[in-house]
């Protein structure tokens, strides 16, 4: 099937982008690497007057280093980051979830800023920046505004983003030196969105002790503080996490309980080394 009929520009800069975008009572809509939106214009799930193509803008595309950040651009595609072209302030974490990301022809092209937009509970991105509590960077007419990730997902599909606003990057705290964590996905097979997710990131010089389960119905769930996690690493403990967060279907239980004793037996692992 192909899209109807739309206007395509190419913003050449995050003020163009804006000004694009208010088309007045034409839909206008963003886009970043369109692997999401184009397959959703493909069979008429979304129909839009104008797409704005945000992949090209420089300021988009690029990175920086703070003392206790890397800020990262939206447009920075998957494969950019799966590649180590970015700063390695997780100490692998990014470059490990993008690497799992689809395939490299998706991954060539869909963006950081393109998936959390996007927000699919699914989305590997989405998990990942609940567990590192990542600040999202909004643009609109009314200036810039920080988001923390918890607020800017609101729901499956759902986020804080406004119609006449742009996500412009995303800032993804330095981990220390001492700092360990897990990434752990349930995919029927290599390339596809994953079935359940569990992530965990440990850090007792900083007093960080997190686990999220993602892939639900809604957005990730996160789980804080160490006595949390060392009842997760108790069957009673992850069944409870289970219950809390409504998953009733025993297949579903069963993944992701044992997503989340993996991960949290992997970060025992490297400590117990
Ligand atoms: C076959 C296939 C398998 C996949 N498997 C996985 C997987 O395993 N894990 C995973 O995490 N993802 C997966 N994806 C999704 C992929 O990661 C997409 O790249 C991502 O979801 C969307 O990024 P994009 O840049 O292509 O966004 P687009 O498709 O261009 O846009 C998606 C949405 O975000 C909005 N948007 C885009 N950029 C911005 C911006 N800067 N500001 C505001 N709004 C914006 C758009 O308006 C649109 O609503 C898969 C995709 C495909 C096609």
Not at 44 to 59: A, K, Y
Not at 71 to 94: F, K, S, W, Y
Not at 151 to 162: E, K, V
Request: glycine content about 10%.
């Amino acid at each position: 099937m192909k899209p109807a009929p739309f206007e395509y520009c190419r913003a050449g800069s995050t003020a163009q982008a804006a000004t694009l975008l208010r088309a007045g009572d034409l839909l206008a809509k963003v886009c970043g690497g369109s692997q999401s939106l184009a397959p959703m214009l493909n069979l008429r799930l979304v129909q839009v007057d104008r797409l704005v193509d945000v992949s090209g803008i420089e300021s988009l595309r690029g990175f920086a280093l703070t003392d206790h950040a890397l800020r990262i651009g939206a447009a920075v595609t998957h494969a950019r980051i799966e590649d180590g072209e970015l700063p390695d302030v997780t100490r692998g974490l990014l470059p490990h979830v993008a690497a799992g990301i689809a395939y490299r022809a998706v991954r060539n092209r869909g963006t950081l800023g393109g998936s959390l937009a996007h927000a699919d509970p699914a989305a590997d991105w989405v998990s990942t920046m609940c567990l590192l509590g990542a600040t999202m960077l909004l643009a609109g007419p009314e200036g810039e505004r920080r988001v923390a990730v918890g607020d800017f997902l609101q729901g499956p599909f759902t986020t804080a983003l406004r119609d006449d606003e742009l996500l412009v990057a995303v800032e993804v705290p330095r981990l220390s030196a001492a700092a360990r964590w897990s990434y752990r996905k349930v995919c029927r097979k290599p390339g596809e969105f994953a079935e359940a997710i569990a992530a965990v990131w440990v850090d007792p010089g900083q007093g960080i002790a997190r686990a999220v389960m993602g892939s639900l119905d809604g957005v990730p769930q996160l789980a804080d503080g160490e006595d949390t996690l060392a009842a997760l690493k108790t069957a009673p403990g992850r069944a409870r996490w289970l219950d809390d967060a409504g998953i009733e279907d025993a297949y579903e239980r069963e993944m992701h309980a044992e997503m989340l004793r993996r991960a949290l037996q992997d970060v025992n692992d490297v400590s117990a080394a």
